[in-house]
């Protein structure tokens, strides 16, 4: 059997981006002179263009290659494109190396020329290494299951179901209180819709009822869950019963917890009047103010109030290396400016002043910043290492606070309510977490695969996060993050087969003695312990493996491998590399 090998090997420009930092012709001519199994070895303007894959069509096809690399741009935008121009030309896909010269050669070196251009010669040399090695892999194939499971009734677990269940996707959703909606449900008017938050939650709940293939349960927490993308397993306790879901995709929509100020911040649980906005809001719904009434509250009349922002947002790091929340919550200050909206309409005698940090009103949002404005809010800014104070005099509060406007001098002013403008933390799911193993970030909220281009993934194929489970959000960001998932979802379980990538671990028979090692390493649950021909060794469920590669670096006897990246592999890659 002959060993020749026939490579296809294509430099990018990237329309200057690699170029004006590569010396892009010499990387192909070094290639030319020193790779004899380079048939051909070519500069592209643009690899990914439509021209250009039909080039290396036409390449692969009257040349006989049987493997190709592309010297480009980052793997993670367009490897796909180019495993797919591979497999339109009839080559395996997976025997194609995709070379990172951008981001790590011309980027990382944009004034070192020389430098720039022998780091992306020998990035290509690793790249001409690996295929040389590498060997035909084919996608690993799953069947999967018509159903998603919704852990959380908020409003987006119940946008995501509607979504799913108007595709034709079973849906069964949970939620651990006795009603649904969240906190949403407890709000008043919400900008721009001028809704109650009840009135949305119950639009939501009227568009889900009644469809047949939506099922919901109150009073419900997942216990455990087995299997992988496309079969899981689910066990759910339900008061005193169990019940166990076979589903082919998981969405996580738990949303969030409202910070609660600790006993004396700005006077909280110490000072009389001074209460959150969530107080502030449930005393908004019920009042019945129409511009001449008076808004009495714990049996005063409150003529003045004063907003301040960013409480439970935006905290400086403790010298001790405590927690703090160092995100901004998004909402608060359009929240904040809504509330007062609402006040000002029922009530027109009543002074607000805004004590704030930076206003976020973003977007659209800017519009409702200047009609509180022109409805009389006034705005006055404080610096983060001066915030204002809150203490109690006589029958009032007093709020301290320096301003840039009058050279930083302590100024008094007396209010009769304080309203702390309150953000968001991450929901307490410590049980949900360690039972689906969810990936958390150093903010306490469920961490996505990558924020761009796998927005509602996470690190466990199939199990999907959306809305404020994962991120502070307002309303629009949360419905749109809960399509974002169903339709991640609806892409998995439609498919009567699935398709997975198969850079997963294996074992040789011949090298495994047992130690068991990789079975204690692997957070998938992917490796089991067989006895095959009297013999007991380590096995690998695909559909279950990753690809993390933690067995691989415990095995003490080497019988772990990983399809894609064996030993041999990269060792010859770090030859390449070492020319």
């Not at 894959?53 to 036409?58: L, T």
């Amino acid at each position: 059997m002959s060993n020749e090998k026939r490579i296809g090997v294509y430099v990018c420009h990237c329309g200057g981006n690699i170029s004006d930092y590569v010396d892009v012709n010499k990387v192909v001519e070094e290639i030319k002179k020193e790779e004899p199994d380079a048939v051909i070895v070519k500069d592209l303007m643009f690899d990914c263009a439509d021209a250009s894959q039909s080039e290396m069509i036409d390449d692969i096809k009257k040349q006989k290659l049987d493997r190709v690399v592309v010297a480009a741009c980052s793997p993670k935008l367009h490897e796909t494109t180019f495993r797919n121009m591979a497999k339109r030309a009839g080559l395996n896909p997976f025997m194609l190396y995709h070379v990172d010269i951008r981001e790590q050669a011309s980027w990382a070196h944009e004034n070192n020329r020389m430098g720039a251009t022998l780091k992306a010669l020998a990035h290509v040399r690793a790249g001409i290494a690996y295929v040389k090695s590498a060997e035909p892999l084919e996608k690993i194939k799953a069947e999967t299951t018509r159903s998603v499971l919704i852990i959380g009734g908020g409003i987006a677990g119940l946008k995501a179901a509607i979504d799913l269940s108007a595709m034709d996707v079973n849906v069964v959703l949970i939620e651990r209180s006795s009603k649904l909606g969240g906190h949403v449900a407890e709000l008043g008017e919400i900008y721009p819709y001028y809704t109650a938050g009840s009135e949305i939650v119950k639009n939501l709940v009227d568009e889900l009822s009644g469809r047949g293939n939506v099922a919901i349960f109150t009073n419900a927490t997942v216990v455990s869950y087995s299997g992988y993308l496309g079969k899981f397993e689910v066990k759910v306790q339900r008061e005193t019963s169990e019940i166990t879901l076979q589903v082919g995709s998981i969405i996580v929509a738990t949303g969030f917890d409202t910070y609660k100020p600790y006993t004396g911040e700005y006077g909280y649980e110490k000072v009389r009047g001074v209460i959150t906005i969530s107080e502030l809001a449930r005393v908004l719904s019920t009042a019945a103010g129409d511009g001449s009434a008076e808004l009495i509250y714990d049996g005063r009349k409150v003529r003045q109030i004063a907003f301040i922002y960013c409480v439970g947002s935006r905290q400086k790091p403790p010298e001790d290396g405590g927690h703090a929340n160092q995100y901004c919550s998004r909402y608060c200050c359009n929240a904040a400016t809504s509330e007062a909206l609402t006040v000002h309409r029922k009530f027109k005698d009543i002074k607000i002043y805004h004590f704030y940090r930076d206003m976020r009103t973003y977007g659209r949002n800017e519009l409702m910043y200047e009609s509180a404005g022109r409805s009389g809010s006034i705005f006055i800014r404080f610096d983060e290492d001066h915030p204002p104070l809150v203490a109690e005099e006589g029958n009032r509060c007093k709020i301290t606070f320096w301003s840039s406007l009058i050279e930083n001098q302590p100024v008094d002013m007396y209010v009769d309510l304080v309203v702390l403008i309150t953000g968001m933390v991450p929901s307490h799911n410590e049980e949900l977490n360690r039972a689906l193993s969810l990936p958390v970030g150093v903010d306490g909220f469920y961490k996505e695969v990558h924020p761009k281009l796998r927005p509602v993934e996470t690190n466990v194929t199939g199990i999907l996060i959306c809305g404020t489970s994962q991120a502070p959000r307002d309303v629009r960001e949360t419905l749109s993050s809960a399509s974002a998932a169903a339709a991640k979802a609806a892409s998995f379980v439609l498919k009567r087969e699935l398709e997975l990538d198969p850079f997963v671990a294996f074992v040789d028979p011949g090298l495994c003695e047992a130690h068991q090692e990789c079975i204690k390493e692997c957070p998938y649950g992917a490796i089991e312990l067989i006895e095959e021909s009297g013999k007991k060794m380590a096995h690998v469920n695909s559909a279950k493996c990753k690809g993390c590669g933690a067995c691989v670096a415990v095995c003490p006897t080497g019988a772990m491998q990983l399809k894609g990246y064996t030993n041999a592999e990269i060792k010859s890659m770090i030859g390449g590399l070492a020319r």
